[in-house]
C-alpha cells in the first residue's frame, strides 16, 4: 500500500495534516530540502565535522573559511581525541556563498574519508503526518502503577514533557530546569507534534511505572530538530545516567549517509546503554536514521488487533522489532475534569482534551521496546540494557521485513 498518490487512503483530515506540516517546513528560513522530493532536509548554514577528523578537516578545501559553532545544551567540542568530551563532533558555518549540501560533498571528493556532513533535520515522526493523521480525544487510563522498570533511568528526546500531567508528579520529568524541556498546550493551532513527547513519556510509564524517564526537550512544538541537537541531547541523557534512550524521531539524509554527529555520539556510548527508535511511516525500506545504525534497535508499527504491519511502517532489513502502532492512548494535555480546549492545526476544530489522547505512529511502537527493556533489567538485576533487549526479541514472532514482535 501506497502512502502518498493517487491511489492513498488517506483521510482529508489525513492530508490536511500533512499538508500543513509540509507548509510549516517551507516557510522555516533556518532549513532547507536536501533533494528534489524534500524527504530529507538540512540545516541551511551548518556543517558537522566528527572530532576525530578534524585535522584532516584542517586542511580541505576552505576550511579556513568555516566558522565554529557551539552545539545545544551549550557543549562545543573538545579537540583532544583522547578527551571524554560529551559532544564528539564539530559544528561550523560553511564558506560564505557555499551551501551546506555542495561544501559537504566537495569535503568528500577531496577526502573521501573524511566524515563531514550537512547538519541534516530529524523529524518526530517522519512524513507520518497524512497516514495516520493528529492526536484525538480519548477516555480517561488509569494511573500506572507497581514497580516494574524499578531501578533504571529511561531517556527519551522528543518534544519535552508537560510535567502537569498527573501521571507524572514522581517519575517521569523534564532532564533539566531548561524551558525548552517543558511542553506547553500553547498554539492556535496546536502546532502538529504538541504533546508528542507527553505521549511518548506516558507510553513508556504505562509499561515500566517503576522507572525514572528523563526528557530531554530537543525537537520543536513541529517536531523537528537538527542531527546536533539530538546527538547532544542523547549525550546530556548518557551523562544524566540513562541506560535506555527512546528516539521517537528520525530523517532522510542526502546520500542515505548516516548523519554525522549521531553516528560520532552512537560510536561513544556506553556498552550498558541501549537505543531505540521509530522506524518511520513513509511504507518504505529506504532507510530511516537513526533507526537505520546497526548499533539502534529499529521498531515498526503493527496494527493493534491484526497483528499485521500497519499500512503506513516502513520496513526492512534495518528494523529489528515491531509493537502495535495504531490508535494507542497515552497521556496528553489537559486533567481530569479540567479540560485543555486546543485546536489541532489539521482540522481546525476546537477539542477538549481532558489528559489523554489516542495517536498512531511507528512514534509510538518504539517505547513499548523501550518500556519492555527496563522492565527485564528490573527483573534481573544487574542486567545491561543491551543484554536485556537481546533477550526479550531472541523469542517472539518473526514478522517478514519487521524483526521480532516481543512480548510485553
Keep these: 500500500m501506497s502512502s502518498s498518490g493517487g491511489g492513498s487512503p488517506w483521510t482529508p483530515e489525513q492530508a490536511r495534516q500533512y499538508e500543513v506540516v509540509v507548509e510549516h517546513h517551507l516557510r522555516d528560513d533556518a532549513i532547507e530540502p536536501s533533494d528534489p522530493a524534500a524527504l530529507a532536509y538540512h540545516r541551511r548554514d551548518e556543517i558537522i565535522v566528527h572530532k576525530r577528523d578534524l585535522d584532516r578537516f584542517a586542511d580541505a578545501p576552505r576550511a579556513a573559511e568555516c566558522t565554529r559553532r557551539a552545539a545545544a545544551f551549550g557543549y562545543a567540542v573538545d579537540d583532544a581525541v583522547e578527551s571524554r568530551s560529551p559532544v564528539p563532533f564539530a559544528l561550523y558555518a560553511p564558506p560564505p556563498g557555499v551551501g551546506p549540501i555542495e561544501y559537504a560533498n566537495e569535503l568528500r571528493a577531496a577526502d573521501p574519508g573524511l566524515r563531514a556532513a550537512a547538519n541534516h533535520v530529524m523529524f518526530a515522526m517522519p512524513y507520518a503526518h497524512a497516514s495516520v493523521g493528529p492526536p484525538r480525544l480519548a477516555d480517561a487510563i488509569p494511573t500506572p502503577e507497581g514497580d516494574a522498570g524499578a531501578?533504571?533511568?529511561?531517556?527519551?528526546?522528543?518534544t519535552g514533557v508537560w510535567t502537569s500531567h498527573p501521571w507524572f508528579e514522581e517519575r517521569v520529568g523534564p532532564l533539566s530546569s531548561l524551558a525548552v524541556d517543558q511542553e506547553l498546550p500553547e498554539g492556535d493551532p496546536l502546532p502538529a507534534e504538541a504533546g508528542h513527547g507527553t505521549f511518548v513519556a506516558g507510553l513508556i510509564h504505562r509499561i515500566a511505572p517503576g522507572a525514572r524517564v528523563v526528557v530531554a526537550g530537543t525537537l520543536n512544538p513541529w517536531g523537528y530538530a537538527s542531527d546536533a541537537d539530538v546527538a547532544a541531547a542523547i549525550a546530556a541523557l548518557v551523562w544524566a545516567n540513562a541506560k535506555v534512550i527512546n528516539l521517537s524521531l528520525g530523517g532522510y539524509t542526502d546520500g542515505d549517509l548516516g548523519p554525522v554527529a549521531l553516528a560520532s555520539v552512537l560510536e561513544t556510548l556506553p556498552p550498558d546503554v541501549a537505543v531505540v527508535a521509530s522506524a518511520g511511516n513513509k511504507w518504505s525500506n529506504r532507510p530511516v536514521w537513526p533507526a537505520a545504525f546497526s548499533g539502534v534497535l529499529a521498531?515498526?508499527?503493527?496494527?493493534?488487533?491484526?497483528?499485521q504491519p500497519a499500512a503506513w511502517t516502513n520496513y526492512g532489513q534495518w528494523v529489528?522489532?515491531?509493537?502495535?502502532?495504531?490508535?494507542?492512548?497515552?497521556?496528553?494535555?489537559?486533567?481530569?475534569?479540567?479540560?485543555?480546549?486546543?485546536?489541532?492545526?489539521?482540522?481546525?476544530?476546537?477539542?477538549?482534551?481532558?489528559?489523554?489522547?489516542?495517536?498512531?505512529?511507528?512514534?509510538f511502537a518504539a517505547p513499548q521496546l523501550t518500556g519492555a527493556i527496563a522492565v527485564e533489567m528490573s527483573r534481573s538485576p544487574g542486567t545491561s540494557a543491551r543484554v536485556a533487549a537481546a533477550k526479550l526479541l531472541s523469542t517472539g514472532r518473526v514478522v517478514r521485513a519487521l524483526g521480532t514482535e516481543f512480548a510485553l
Design 151 to 158: 531501578g533504571v533511568v529511561i531517556g527519551v528526546v522528543d
Design 299 to 307: 521498531v515498526g508499527a503493527l496494527e493493534e488487533t491484526a497483528g
Design 320 to 363: 529489528d522489532a515491531c509493537a502495535p502502532g495504531v490508535d494507542l492512548a497515552s497521556a496528553f494535555f489537559g486533567h481530569y475534569g479540567r479540560a485543555s480546549r486546543l485546536t489541532p492545526a489539521a482540522t481546525q476544530r476546537p477539542l477538549d482534551f481532558q489528559g489523554f489522547a489516542t495517536w498512531s505512529g511507528t512514534s
